[in-house]
């Protein structure tokens, strides 16, 4: 019998065993994998909106605490998720939950704000999902969320040198395989730390470029991130 063709469930799989290899030391005390117990709505994700080849891919850098950390979507805010694109499936618990970060998935009633603008925009412009996802998809880079004992957030990018090697490499193999099976002409970073990303796996055929991050922790972005974000998009002439 001959092997299924690859796809984003099969690079995802990979992706979610190889960060599961991964360990993490102080001052990471937790470290939650949305690919295993947030897998089911994630695969609903890829099997709808990632089967066919995409003109611009969007990339994230790792999941939010009240977005993919709970839905298993990138940016994943809930009401995006489960109104806008009718995702919905149950989510498990992390293996080693912190108690001040739980996991409610679906049931969680805080908005992701980062979500909430990129989802928004893509919603006020394209209208419907499928409209959207016809030409264009949103993946992160690194599945994984840390966190240190009081709760707080670790990014990937402040990583020691070993540990970030470690988680990179697992990063870009996955990355590269999504370029391949998407073949987008557009690679946009949302942030920079996303666009050196591309930039690392340099996409053969593919412009690498940038969008300002929707997050509420900069400035710019709460002086009118979708304005900012359609004007970088139209002079880049993706949009």
């Known amino acids: 019998m001959s092997s299924p063709p690859p796809s984003l469930v099969t690079a995802a799989?990979?992706?979610?065993?190889?960060?599961?290899?991964?360990?993490?030391?102080?001052?990471?005390?937790?470290?939650?994998?949305?690919?295993?117990?947030?897998?089911?709505?994630?695969?609903?994700?890829?099997?709808?909106?990632?089967?066919?080849?995409?003109?611009?891919?969007?990339?994230?850098?790792?999941?939010?605490?009240?977005?993919?950390?709970?839905?298993?979507?990138?940016?994943?805010?809930?009401?995006?998720?489960?109104?806008?694109?009718?995702?919905?499936?149950?989510?498990r618990q992390p293996a080693h939950p912190h108690p001040k970060r739980p996991v409610e998935g679906f049931a969680c009633s805080k908005s992701e704000v980062s979500g909430r603008r990129l989802w928004g925009l893509m919603a006020d412009r394209f209208g419907t999902a499928p409209a959207f996802f016809a030409d264009h998809f949103v993946v992160n880079y690194s599945p994984l969320v840390f966190m240190e004992a009081t709760g707080r957030n670790f990014t990937p990018d402040k990583l020691p040198a070993a540990e970030q090697a470690a988680l990179f490499a697992a990063c870009d193999v996955h990355l590269q395989s999504v370029v391949d099976l998407l073949r987008p002409a557009w690679c946009i970073g949302v942030g920079a730390f996303?666009?050196?990303?591309?930039?690392?796996?340099?996409?053969?055929?593919?412009?690498?470029?940038t969008i300002l991050h929707p997050s509420p922790a900069s400035p710019a972005a709460n002086r009118g991130w979708a304005e900012a974000a359609t004007r970088q998009l139209t002079n880049l002439g993706v949009w």
């Not at 996303?194 to 053969?204: E, G, K, S, V």
């Open 13 to 91: 799989t990979a992706l979610r065993d190889a960060v599961d290899r991964l360990t993490f030391a102080e001052p990471i005390t937790h470290v939650y994998n949305p690919l295993d117990y947030a897998w089911e709505p994630h695969r609903i994700y890829l099997e709808r909106f990632g089967g066919s080849p995409k003109r611009v891919v969007f990339l994230g850098m790792n999941p939010g605490p009240f977005g993919m950390t709970q839905t298993g979507v990138p940016f994943g805010e809930i009401a995006s998720v489960r109104d806008w694109m009718g995702v919905f499936a149950p989510v």
């Open 194 to 209: 996303a666009m050196r990303c591309f930039q690392r796996i340099d996409p053969r055929g593919a412009t690498v470029g």
